[in-house]
């Protein structure tokens, strides 16, 4: 027998040997003991045995995680003492059945591969603000619409779940972040956690009609050194800044990136600084803050200011007491966030300020009180709320839904409709507006 006739046979066993390994749905008895109620790819990726996060496998009869597939792994040692056989590689999205090893394809399976991990094209991401599309979770209990879901309040994080609601209404924000292939050269956890959170917050084929940031929190603690973490209420102000900062510095530190500066392009502004006897000068700002008045000491009334009256701070003309400096906007971004002082720390502890802002849900027009050289007229797109006691309260967020042009106000997993009219009789704490085009 000659050398080619040999590895043409060896070829053709390795290629049979392939196909034995390969069983379609017919073949496959345990298909039928999928359990989608069970399924959650929210969570950490980590095996429940051996707390490992490498090549990590999901049983698709329990929910529950294995590391690998030998003979010795903990999936195959699940396999035989529960008697599950249908498992779903994390990683490769490959589904086998264990003990035998054989790996499964069928369609059918392909709903679970897209819960898992959510795909968006370029035209898919470009319809989401013009059709609304109502989904039904899988348990038929409830009906969502993509873009609009509850999140997990893990535990004292609904700082970061009123802050992650807001930048879902930033649309070239959400838009690079719902398609991988824009970021897939950055190194950075919190960047793709960040992606694959807002992928889930928009798709239409959730198992359930709501979302845990759980995998994103991780992320955020390893990134901040503990600065934000699971079990402590921070400020959401804080938290914002934060966030946009790191994600800028994180897509800015590889030069492949195509548009790395998404942060700069949506939220960056510019301020001249004047100081007495100085030179004026020009800095950056990604949001604004905005000073209360001292509400009255003794008032049974509710205390109200405008918000074009606290925005005279940046008009080039009223000069700060304390620091004897002037500000002037000379460029604004297009989506302005905006922060009211509404605490004040000393030494023993934190005060709020009680002080109603009366603003404009549309049309906020900033020329008629900044020194602009063109009209800038602005629509409210999320609203964040504190309520209750400086240390004690919770946060809440208003948004808007563009697809339907309603606004929902959302805490946590409790997410309702609203008025417009609603949305400014509360403490509003933190702000983004939209440029109109």
């Not at 905006?338 to 502890?349: A, S, V, W, Y």
């Not at 240390?391 to 417009?420: I, N």
Request: hydrophobic share 35%.
């Amino acid at each position: 027998m000659t050398m080619k006739r040999q590895n043409t046979i060896d070829y053709e066993k390795q290629q049979l040997i392939k196909k034995q390994k390969v069983v379609e749905t017919s073949s496959c008895p345990y298909l039928d003991t999928v359990n989608r109620q069970v399924l959650d790819f929210d969570f950490e990726k980590c095996c429940s045995v051996s707390l490992s996060n490498l090549n990590v496998y999901a049983c698709l009869v329990c929910g529950k995680y294995f590391q690998g597939r030998g003979h010795k792994s903990h999936a195959y040692t699940h396999s035989l003492e529960a008697g599950h056989h249908v498992f779903i590689n994390l990683r490769s999205e490959k589904v086998y059945c264990l003990p035998d090893g054989y790996e499964i394809i069928d369609p059918s399976l392909d709903d679970i591969r897209g819960v898992l991990n959510p795909r968006f094209n370029t035209d898919l991401v470009l319809q989401l603000d013009k059709n609304p599309q109502w989904s039904r979770a899988l348990d038929g209990s409830q009906y969502y619409l993509p873009g609009m879901v509850g999140l997990n309040n893990i535990k004292e994080t609904d700082f970061v779940n009123v802050v992650i609601q807001s930048l879902m209404r930033v649309t070239p924000f959400r838009n690079f972040f719902l398609i991988p292939e824009n970021y897939k050269d950055c190194k950075s956890i919190l960047v793709h956690r960040f992606g694959e959170l807002t992928r889930k917050i928009w798709h239409a084929k959730n198992f359930k009609g709501h979302v845990s940031p759980h995998e994103f929190l991780q992320a955020v603690m390893k990134a901040s050194s503990l600065r934000f973490r699971i079990g402590v209420q921070s400020d959401p102000v804080e938290f914002m800044s934060w966030l946009l900062n790191t994600i800028h510095a994180d897509l800015k530190s590889n030069s492949r990136i195509r548009n790395n500066n998404i942060v700069h392009q949506c939220f960056q502004g510019e301020l001249e600084v004047v100081k007495d006897g100085a030179d004026a000068s020009r800095m950056p700002f990604l949001m604004l803050g905005l000073d209360l008045p001292a509400p009255p000491l003794c008032n049974d009334t509710i205390p109200q200011v405008s918000l074009f009256n606290i925005f005279k701070k940046f008009d080039g003309e009223t000069v700060n007491e304390v620091a004897r400096v002037r500000y002037r906007v000379t460029r604004l971004p297009r989506y302005l966030i905006l922060h009211m002082r509404r605490f004040t720390k000393n030494d023993f502890f934190v005060e709020k300020n009680p002080t109603i802002v009366n603003f404009p849900v549309k049309n906020l027009e900033l020329k008629d009180y900044l020194p602009l050289p063109t009209s800038n007229k602005y629509d409210l797109v999320a609203n964040i709320v504190h309520d209750g006691k400086p240390g004690e309260g919770s946060y809440r967020v208003f948004v808007q839904c563009k697809s339907e042009e309603v606004w929902y106000e959302m805490q946590d997993l409790h997410v309702a409709e609203t008025l417009p009219e609603t949305v400014g009789v509360s403490e509003a704490y933190m702000q983004i507006y939209e440029k109109q085009q």
